[in-house]
């Protein structure tokens, strides 16, 4: 039994020292002022907007959002004309038709956003053999959320120090599990023209797109927080009745 008890405390350690660098990391985030913060906080659809532009246009060719359909786009502030466009430029498989053979088509509304590759191991091998992961969930999976992301596409990104050796095809990230990432920067000044005319600079695109990241994660947090609200507005005057009625029930008793 004490030998048990000595390799559960010795696993203990282990796991703690491969914690440590992580969470002193993730300790030392620089938090970002988000509008969607708070109980009344909300989605900026300007943002949103821009950071499914740069969602499209740079992370897009290696990360899906598997949970998000184009009729979902409306949502961003966009009516539904542009989601049919946006949906138009891109292809799917659709059928069988009538001779039993699948097809290509324009996506319609209905279609979720179609994955960068068409399996695990096309990503791999498109990618160094790292896998891409997922972005539908990504702001809510990871310690820290939207100010983790941000920091990992501003500043995380820097030269290794001296004792560090990167495995080939890998970079350094301060702010990421390891510190070595198979991501390179992502994001450069003016890798987007934003619609709007905003100054398309790093700082800006990490913002814009993080927003975008925290609403595909999280797209009914308005509703919630406003239910919030009703519900403790509700309880508020549902204590006061009841507080009003004890007081006219027990004044009736002699004390």
């Given amino acids: 039994m004490m030998r048990g008890l000595m390799g ?27 509008s969607f913060d708070g109980v009344f906080g909300s989605y900026d659809r300007a943002a949103l907007q821009r950071g499914f532009q740069v969602y499209q246009e ?30 138009a430029e891109y292809e ?34 498109s990618n160094n053999g790292a896998l891409p992961p997922d972005l539908s969930l990504m702001a809510k999976a990871r310690t820290g959320g939207p100010d983790y992301l941000y920091a990992l596409l501003t500043d995380g990104y820097a030269d290794p ?5 990167l495995g080939e095809g890998m970079s350094y990230n301060r702010y990421f599990r390891g510190n ?22 790093v700082e800006q695109m990490s913002l814009d797109v993080v927003h975008f990241l925290m609403w595909a994660a999280e797209p009914k947090l ?7 609200i009703k519900v403790i507005l509700f309880l508020l005057v549902l204590t006061a009745l009841l507080y009003a009625s004890k007081r006219r029930i027990w004044s009736r008793v002699d004390h």
Avoid at 9 to 19: D, K, M, R, S, Y
Avoid at 104 to 110: E, G, Q, V
Avoid at 161 to 165: L, N, Q, T
Wanted: proline share 8%; charged share 25%.
């Fill in 180 to 201: 070595q990432i198979a991501m390179p920067p992502p994001l450069d000044d003016d890798a987007v023209e934003y619609t709007d005319g905003t100054s398309a600079t």
């Fill in 92 to 125: 799917v498989e659709g059928g069988p038709d009538d001779d039993g053979e699948m097809f290509t088509r324009p996506a319609i509304l209905s279609d979720y956003l179609p994955e960068p590759f068409a399996n695990d191991n096309a990503a791999r091998a």
């Fill in 222 to 228: 308005e509703a919630r927080k406003r239910m919030g």
């Fill in 58 to 87: 740079v992370c897009a060719g290696c990360h899906g959002v598997k949970y998000i359909a184009f009729r979902n786009l409306t949502e961003l502030g966009l009516d539904e004309g542009q989601v049919k466009a946006i949906a």
């Fill in 8 to 34: 559960a405390a010795a696993a203990a350690i282990v796991l703690v020292g491969l914690a440590g660098p992580a969470t002193a990391a993730e300790d030392k985030l620089p938090a970002q002022n988000w």
């Fill in 161 to 165: 120090p001296d004792d560090v050796m």
